[in-house]
């Protein structure tokens, strides 16, 4: 009996011994597969990056090249000689901060406005139930697939029947057209995420719905809120052609300003031209820097119901 049990033992112990031998081999082939993945992973992130911020490198040795040498062949991919006159040239241009001043206003009016109305239409889709509410919300969706021109065209005409031309509430209300439905949308998903307890607990404790929102459900949207806030502002800060057809000298933003300063019909300055871009874009990045957490946050907060 003991016989048999020490050679029951003696196979068990044989038969473990592969087992503990294979799991060192396994790692070992499982290790070098992550090690190229992760390889390959960090070569894609940086490839990537490089090709997005190649356009930022270019405009930046632009401005900081002197006029001779920026049509150069071949280029120089790493500036030879560097100036900072195009950037004083910049700063000596009063009408560019004109029109920086007219961007800031148009581009935080048109933020507020889209946040605000896109609030309470957000909420009555997602919190509320009542006829024709599906039929609008596809109406708002719809409205992304027009073509910009055939707005433009359209809005144009009513501008001028009304004599709101080169006005900033005209600029606004067509900034508004495009900026709206996205910031709806985005907002309807992130009141989704709020369960309908809340509402319910705010009213039996007597708060009415106007307070219910202000005072309970916009504080948890916040995020989304300044999410929205900042796409609305980035696509005012950055339009060109409904900036240059509904706007005059007064009331004309960068875009197009920067174009009727450095672009002329002969010729264009080129070196101060990017030099201009990259001052003007500081406030953007600013606005990215102070906001990018709400940004992520509410970007993703509707992505899981």
């Known amino acids: 009996m003991t016989t048999a049990t020490t050679l029951e033992t003696a196979r068990t112990e044989e038969q473990s011994r592969p087992s503990q031998h294979r799991a060192p081999r396994s790692r070992r082939r499982i290790r070098p597969d992550l090690v190229r993945s992760r390889l390959l992973a960090w070569t894609a992130l940086l490839v990537i990056g490089l090709f997005a911020l190649l356009p930022l490198y270019w405009m930046l040795v632009t401005a900081l090249s002197p006029a001779d040498r920026v049509f150069q062949f071949p280029p120089d991919f790493v500036p030879g000689a560097i100036t900072f006159e195009n950037f004083r040239a910049v700063l000596d241009n009063g009408p560019l901060f004109h029109y920086l001043k007219n961007s800031v206003i148009v581009s935080l009016t048109t933020a507020f406005l889209s946040v605000v109305i896109s ?19 596809n109406f708002v969706l719809a409205s992304q697939m027009f073509p910009q021109s055939l707005l433009l065209i359209t809005l144009y005409a009513l501008f001028r029947q009304f004599g709101m031309l080169g006005s900033y509430t005209a600029l606004v209300l ?28 705010a009213a039996i404790d007597g708060a009415s719905r106007w307070r219910t929102l202000h005072s309970v459900i916009a504080p948890l949207a916040a995020p989304g809120m300044a999410a929205a806030g900042l796409f609305a502002f980035v696509r005012g800060w950055n339009d060109f052609v409904f900036a240059l057809s509904l706007s005059n000298n007064d009331t004309m933003t960068l875009p197009p300003g920067l174009v009727h300063t450095y672009i002329g019909e002969t010729s264009t300055s080129w070196p101060t031209l990017m030099a201009a871009s990259l001052v003007v874009s500081l406030p953007v990045v600013v606005a990215f820097m102070f906001l990018q957490r709400f940004l992520v946050g509410g970007l993703t907060a509707g992505s899981v119901k």
Do not use: H, Q
Request: proline share 4%; net charge positive; with cysteine.
């Open 119 to 137: 609030t309470y239409m957000g909420y009555s889709f997602s919190k509320f139930r009542y006829r024709g509410r599906k039929s609008l919300m």
């Open 174 to 201: 067509s900034f508004s057209t495009f900026t709206l439905p996205l910031c709806v949308w985005m907002l309807k998903g992130i009141f989704d995420t709020i369960p309908d307890a809340l509402l319910e607990a």
